[in-house]
């Protein structure tokens, strides 16, 4: 351990005992590949239809229509939201490293606690992917019943 500049300890030489694994480069990597994934489904089927007079009829016309971009935009949102809540928690801990924050301050105990979980990321995947896959089958179906009706 060392001291920050207020005399706080902090942790800030090499701890091999808490490395990253031989697993966590490819962790990562289908992590950020996953989410762009999911991400650019959710934004760019509704650009596509949008873009598309063809397609966007039948959609619009729909009674699902909100139901189909709702869940696209809750697909994202989980995605968002998941993020968002690893990236300030692990802007807490990285910034308590090197000041004099109380560690047992309840944003400290939260990021730790969040740091530490997987289901967070598992249940945003989760909803995501659901969502897609409720809202392209409600598309689909609009779709081509819109064209079978043309």
């Not at 800030?12 to 990253?20: F, G, H, K, M, S």
């Amino acid at each position: 351990m060392t001291s920050n500049k207020n005399g706080a300890a902090t942790k800030v030489e090499a701890d091999t005992e808490n490395a990253p694994s031989e697993y966590f480069e490819p962790y990562r990597h289908y992590s950020q590949v996953l989410r762009a994934w999911l991400v650019g489904f959710g934004v760019g089927v509704p650009i596509l239809l949008i873009s598309q007079s063809e397609i966007v009829t039948p959609v619009i016309s729909s009674e699902k229509s909100l139901i189909i971009f709702g869940l696209f935009l809750l697909g994202v949102s989980a995605q968002v939201l998941v993020a968002l809540l690893y990236k300030y928690s692990m802007a807490i801990l990285y910034v308590n490293e090197y000041s004099s924050y109380e560690t047992s301050s309840k944003s400290i105990k939260f990021a730790n606690y969040l740091g530490t979980r997987f289901w967070p990321d598992v249940l945003g995947d989760i909803v995501a992917i659901l969502s897609y896959i409720v809202a392209t089958s409600l598309l689909a179906h609009a779709v081509l019943g819109g064209i079978a009706a043309a």
